[in-house]
């Protein structure tokens, strides 16, 4: 249950701050009149499209997956933690016992 908790959490986290950082390079881009069409592999982050005078932003599947990624880095890291937490606890009751 500890390992789910922890990579839902890090899931949103890294999703909203990929989400943040998206659409705050997104907005940069417009504003200079540019554009911009960011992959990692064949998934797409984000794409600013200037087309005449309209201009259209796309956030991609890529943020799913740049959020999905962070999910199980931060239960792998929680794991491990977890795992130090006890071997620490068995030393210490070694010591102490």
């Given at each position: 249950?500890?390992?789910?908790?922890?990579?839902?959490?890090?899931?949103?986290?890294?999703?909203?701050?990929?989400?943040?950082?998206?659409?705050?390079?997104?907005?940069?881009?417009?504003?200079?009149?540019?554009?911009?069409?960011?992959?990692?592999?064949?998934?797409?982050?984000?794409?600013?499209?200037?087309?005449?005078?309209?201009?259209?932003?796309?956030?991609?599947?890529?943020?799913?997956a740049v959020a999905t990624l962070g999910g199980l880095v931060n239960a792998a890291a929680a794991a491990l933690l977890a795992r130090?937490?006890?071997?620490?606890?068995?030393?210490?009751?070694?010591?102490?016992?």
């Amino acid at each position: 249950m500890q390992a789910l908790r922890a990579f839902a959490l890090g899931t949103v986290a890294v999703g909203m701050l990929a989400y943040a950082v998206g659409a705050a390079v997104a907005v940069i881009v417009q504003a200079g009149s540019g554009a911009l069409d960011v992959h990692v592999g064949p998934l797409v982050l984000v794409v600013v499209e200037r087309t005449g005078a309209a201009t259209s932003t796309m956030f991609g599947p890529g943020l799913l997956a740049v959020a999905t990624l962070g999910g199980l880095v931060n239960a792998a890291a929680a794991a491990l933690l977890a795992r130090r937490a006890r071997r620490r606890a068995r030393v210490m009751q070694m010591i102490d016992g």
